[in-house]
Every structure is written in structure tokens, then in C-alpha cells.
């Protein structure tokens, strides 16, 4: 049976205040205590109005103009209506009738950036958060800080036909919000929530079969997981001749399993009427001008550029892409290296030193590029040596990780090491890995009697005698041409 899936995102965005009141929007609720950024606003109390946030409109309309919607130039609030004691007004401010924005489209790369794929946006509606309901002992206590936050609700239209595509759908949308400084986007801090919905057909032609929403999922794994678990699930029923209705789904994910939470509600069971304390939301000539002014970047058009311009392999992209103070980063040194004639080689050629081993060393400690003890002027010039050719692959990583642990200039390092002395020449080598085989005629036996893989430790021996400056390939032939 084919596999039908669509998604409902909620983004936090990144905002000073809550979405209708002065509250500060706190973004990480793990230092905060209870019930601290809260007033008569966000916590429903009788009298108090909601005044609509400027930067809340201002990341909303950048968030459409990202995701290629039609900005549509009035808008509408109105109530949805549910009583959860997290909802402390007894309903949520949301867009059913007249979003800001609407028919968008992302496009993203699959199977290692060799495919694309174009999902459609129904609509992206401005809403708030509820508060969080905190379970404890036999207790149900309330933390309001979270309610009134601001949320964009992103609503895909069900273009999807496998978990791969929804997970990698979503680390575009996860790039695209942080790219441009919209959200921060971290699943497991909620500050992005994804309900997926999944329903089975026998055909492309067929009806849409019944779906089932599945709710509680923070983590990319996760997501994979429900979705093949639920694609299973329903299968069997299916094949059983078994029937089920439209309903909301709970995962837990340590189970391996879901539950079931509720049965899926319609519109009409949340009661939606126009908001009566909210005028429409009118987007002037000289907004819209200015929306259409800002920058937006698109990680799919630079990694598209990447591919397509540069030949960069999946490595490189992976590296570049995985954080946006690294593709400023990346994009800062070539952009300011002046001395190249050939822009393709620049650009690789920077693309794999922070490949590797400028990526390492951050995921190894930790950190962020900001942290790195040598200037970008200091990589441009490593990099001018590089291109120049004068010193080989060896010494250039030995140059580097020099830098990185040091901060040093690559022209000192180089001087130190004596990297700038002329080449030797093969028969200098040859005499150096002669005398290595000589102190070391145990090693030579074992080679002998089969044991090839101490070649290494000869190899070894002649980079440290040459300060690094032989090949290892070429340092190769000519210990097994010694060792005939």
C-alpha cells in the first residue's frame, strides 16, 4: 500500500516578548523558574486585552517570505476553543480563515544531495503556545512561562512518501528558520514540535485513507521510527480486513510503540469564531516593500551552488551547512582571498581544511568557531600556501593542526619546522630508509615472514627523520622496493 504523509510544525520563534503581551519569550525554560514571565495576558485573567507583537509579525512575514508563500495583504485571528488546564484563556488565538501566509513551497535535497524533492505549504499561521503541564508525585502542576509564546504553525500538504523525505524536509525548515535568525528550532527544547500524519492507500489515484496523527515526538530518530511503526501498524489492520477511524496517536518511543490518545477532531469540534479583540492585520505598501527588500538566504540554493558550481562531495556540504556561524565562516575566508585566480579551487580547497579537521576539532571539544585561536587572515594566508604547492599534504596537516592547537601563524610554523628548506631529493630518501632498516632488523624479519603491515612503522620512522617532508606514498616504494 502507498504511504501518504503530512506534517503540522510548530515553530517558537525568536522574539523579545510573547506573541500579545510584554512578557519576556524565553527561549531555554530549563533555568527559569515557574511561573516567572507571566501576566494578566498570558494567563487569561478577565479584562486583560492582547496587543499583537510587531517582531512577532515581522518573523512571521519573514518566515513566509522564506518558505514562498503568498503574503496576503490581510490577515484574521480567531479562537479556537478547547479547555486543557495549560490553556488558561479556555481557547488558543490562531489563523483557520485568513492566514498571513499561505501556498508556500520548500524544495531539499534526498540520498546524499543527488535528488531533489518540492513539498507544498498549505499555509504558515501566526498562534500562541499553551502553558506546560508538569506530572509529579500525583500531582498536575501548571508552568505558565511557555503560554502566550509566539508560534508559526506550519502546515504541509500530505506530499510525502517515506520518512526519508519528512526528516530531511524538516532539517531544511531547521536550517532555513535558523539561517535567517526566525527561530532557534531545537526539537528536544520543543522549540520545534512535529505532528505527523500518516494514512495508507492502494493507489496514487486512490481517496486519501484514514489518518492518524501522531503526536509527542522530539528527535529526528523518532520521527523515523513512528512513521515505520505506524506504516506497519496499519498495514496489519488493513490486511486483517479491519477498519479504524480518524484518531490522535501518543508515541512512546521506549516502547517501541504508540497509543491512543483521543479521536481526531474536526474544526467544528473546537468551535472557531473571528477574534474579537484583534482588528485584522492589515500588511501596508511600505511593510510589504520592505519584506521584499530583506535578504533571505535558502541553505537548498547554497547547497544547489555547492553541488552544482563547485563539485563539493556530501562531506564538504555536510560540514559547511551543519551550522550557520560555519557557513559564515566559510564564506567570509573566500570572499576576502583576493590573491586567487581560479574561484573553484579557492573554494574547495577552504571547503576541505574546515572539513576536516576544523569540523573535528569543534564536534571534538564541543565548541564553535568563534573559538578558534587563529584569525580568518591567518587561514587565508595558510591557505595562499597551500595553493602555492610548495609543501606537501603531510605538512600542510601538520601545519594546521599546529594552528588549531596553538593559534600560530602558518609562516612561523612552517619556519619552526623547517618546512620552507628545499625538497629532498629520492636518493637522500632512500639513504635515511636504509638506515631505518638497519636499526631495525627485528622489524625487517617480521615484514619477511608476513607480516607486511609494519611497512607503517618504517614509514613512520622517515617522516619523523624528514620533518614530514616525504610522501608516504613515495616513502611506500621505496621501503618495499628495499625490502624485495
Given at each position: 500500500m502507498l504511504l501518504t504523509i503530512g506534517l503540522?510544525?510548530?515553530?517558537k520563534?525568536?522574539?523579545?516578548?510573547?506573541?500579545?503581551?510584554?512578557c519576556k519569550n524565553q527561549q531555554n525554560f530549563d533555568?527559569?523558574?515557574?511561573?516567572?514571565?507571566?501576566c494578566p495576558v498570558c494567563t487569561g485573567q478577565p479584562g486583560a486585552l492582547p496587543t499583537l507583537s510587531d517582531e512577532v509579525v515581522k518573523k512571521s512575514l519573514l518566515l513566509g517570505k522564506a518558505l514562498k508563500c503568498t503574503i496576503n495583504r490581510i490577515s484574521t485571528f480567531d479562537r479556537k476553543s478547547y479547555f486543557y488546564p495549560?490553556?488558561?484563556?479556555?481557547?488558543?488565538?490562531t489563523q483557520l480563515y485568513h492566514p498571513t501566509n499561505t501556498k508556500g513551497q520548500v524544495s531539499f535535497f534526498l540520498n546524499n544531495y543527488t535528488h531533489e524533492k518540492i513539498i507544498n505549504i498549505q499555509d504558515a499561521h501566526m498562534e500562541n503556545d499553551t502553558g506546560k503541564m508538569i506530572h509529579d508525585h500525583g500531582q498536575a502542576l501548571i508552568d505558565f512561562n511557555r503560554a502566550g509564546t509566539p508560534l508559526v504553525e506550519?502546515?504541509?500538504?500530505p506530499d510525502f512518501r517515506n520518512a526519508e523525505e519528512?526528516?530531511?524536509?524538516?532539517k531544511e525548515l531547521q536550517r532555513i528558520v535558523r539561517y535567517n535568525d526566525i527561530a532557534d528550532a531545537d526539537l528536544e527544547k520543543g522549540q520545534m514540535r512535529v505532528d505527523?500524519?500518516?494514512?495508507?492507500?492502494?493507489?496514487?489515484?486512490?481517496?486519501?485513507?484514514?489518518?492518524?496523527?501522531?503526536?509527542?515526538?522530539?528527535?529526528?530518530?523518532?520521527i523515523k521510527r513512528a512513521i515505520e511503526h505506524e506504516q506497519a501498524r496499519q498495514e496489519k489492520i488493513y490486511q486483517s480486513g479491519k477498519t479504524f477511524t480518524q484518531q490522535t496517536r501518543g508515541r512512546d518511543d521506549t516502547k517501541s510503540e504508540s497509543y491512543l490518545m483521543r479521536s481526531k477532531e474536526d474544526a467544528l469540534d473546537y468551535r472557531y469564531f473571528p477574534e474579537p479583540d484583534l482588528p485584522p492585520l492589515e500588511i501596508t505598501n511600505e511593510r510589504y516593500k520592505r519584506l521584499d527588500e530583506q535578504t533571505i538566504v535558502i541553505p537548498h540554493e547554497i547547497i544547489k551552488k555547492f553541488k552544482e558550481e563547485y563539485g563539493f562531495n556530501k562531506e564538504y556540504i555536510n560540514a559547511l551547512i551543519s551550522d550557520k556561524e560555519v557557513l559564515d565562516y566559510f564564506l567570509t575566508i573566500v570572499s576576502h582571498c583576493k590573491e586567487w585566480n581560479d574561484e573553484a579551487i579557492l573554494w574547495k580547497l577552504t571547503a576541505k581544511r574546515i572539513s576536516w579537521p576544523i569540523a573535528a576539532r569543534l564536534k571534538e571539544n564541543f565548541t564553535t568557531i568563534d573559538t578558534l585561536k587563529f584569525t580568518p587572515w591567518q587561514f587565508n594566508e595558510f591557505l595562499v600556501k597551500a595553493q602555492a604547492g610548495s609543501l606537501i599534504e603531510n605538512q600542510l596537516k601538520i601545519v594546521m593542526e599546529e594552528m588549531l592547537s596553538t593559534g600560530r601563524s602558518s609562516e612561523e610554523i612552517i619556519k619552526e619546522k623547517w618546512f620552507d628548506t628545499p625538497t629532498m631529493d629520492s636518493d637522500e630518501i632512500t639513504i635515511l630508509a636504509k638506515q631505518i632498516l638497519e636499526e631495525n632488523t627485528t622489524i625487517v624479519e617480521q615484514y619477511k615472514w608476513g607480516k607486511t603491515t609494519t611497512i607503517w612503522f618504517f614509514i613512520g620512522q622517515l617522516m619523523k627523520k624528514t620533518w614530514g617532508k616525504t610522501s608516504p606514498k613515495i616513502a611506500q616504494e621505496i621501503f618495499e622496493e628495499l625490502l624485495k
Open positions: 503540522e510544525i510548530h515553530i520563534l525568536k522574539s523579545t516578548n510573547k506573541m500579545f503581551c510584554q533555568d527559569l523558574l515557574p511561573n516567572t514571565n507571566i495549560d490553556l488558561p484563556m479556555g481557547y488558543q488565538i506550519i502546515v504541509t500538504l519528512v526528516i530531511e524536509f524538516l505527523v500524519n500518516i494514512s495508507l492507500r492502494e493507489s496514487e489515484n486512490d481517496p486519501y485513507g484514514t489518518r492518524a496523527e501522531i503526536k509527542n515526538i522530539n528527535s529526528f530518530g523518532m
